[in-house]
């Protein structure tokens, strides 16, 4: 599944953006990079996630949307939020597998962009397989990529990347993509 590097017509100067895909993509680290090659204050996702919900994905327990759409609230909430530590902007390292979730953050955050890591369902695998201290089981990768709904032609607010290509490739693209440009100084 060798999948170009595509935009759908991002917004200029994408201020408020959420790094998605499933578990093991790179969404971490994309989001990390992406962030201080725009001096956007970063967050992954994963932080926003309640106690309980946590402890069900250690325990290799996927998510239900019961458990998932209070912390959507707070991943839109977080995008939205403006303050004197994030000028330019926020971004998210956020799984967003469903289009109802990508929706939901947008009716919290309208100006909100999406970059789309994805990739072959054995290169996640062996991603995964290799992190150390993450409480995500590779089992739950089955769950996440049943669950993912690709972000269609109608939502134009996505740029897909595939996560074949190295890292400065994908900041890069998602830059271009965005309308954003690095910062500088």
């Not at 599944?1 to 093991?24: Q, R, Y």
């Not at 996702?45 to 759409?69: F, N, Q, T, V, Y």
């Amino acid at each position: 599944m060798s999948m170009p590097a595509t935009s759908l017509s991002a917004g200029p100067k994408a201020s408020a953006i959420v790094v998605m895909g499933v578990c093991g993509s790179g969404k971490s680290t994309v989001a990390s990079a992406l962030a201080e090659a725009l001096q956007l204050r970063m967050l992954d996702g994963d932080d926003l996630h309640e106690p309980l919900s946590i402890d069900k994905m250690r325990s290799g327990i996927p998510l239900e949307d019961a458990d998932r759409l209070p912390w959507l609230d707070r991943v839109g909430s977080y995008l939205a939020a403006a303050d004197a530590q994030s000028p330019r902007g926020r971004i998210v390292a956020c799984s967003a597998l469903k289009r109802a979730y990508r929706d939901r953050i947008r009716r919290i955050c309208p100006a909100v962009c999406f970059v789309f890591l994805d990739g072959e369902p054995e290169l996640i695998r062996q991603r995964m397989a290799q992190r150390v201290g993450h409480y995500m089981h590779t089992g739950l990768l089955a769950s996440q990529l049943q669950a993912l709904e690709r972000p269609q032609a109608d939502e134009a607010d996505v740029i897909s990347l595939d996560i074949a290509l190295p890292l400065p490739r994908l900041v890069a693209l998602s830059i271009s993509g965005l309308g954003a440009s690095p910062a500088t100084g």
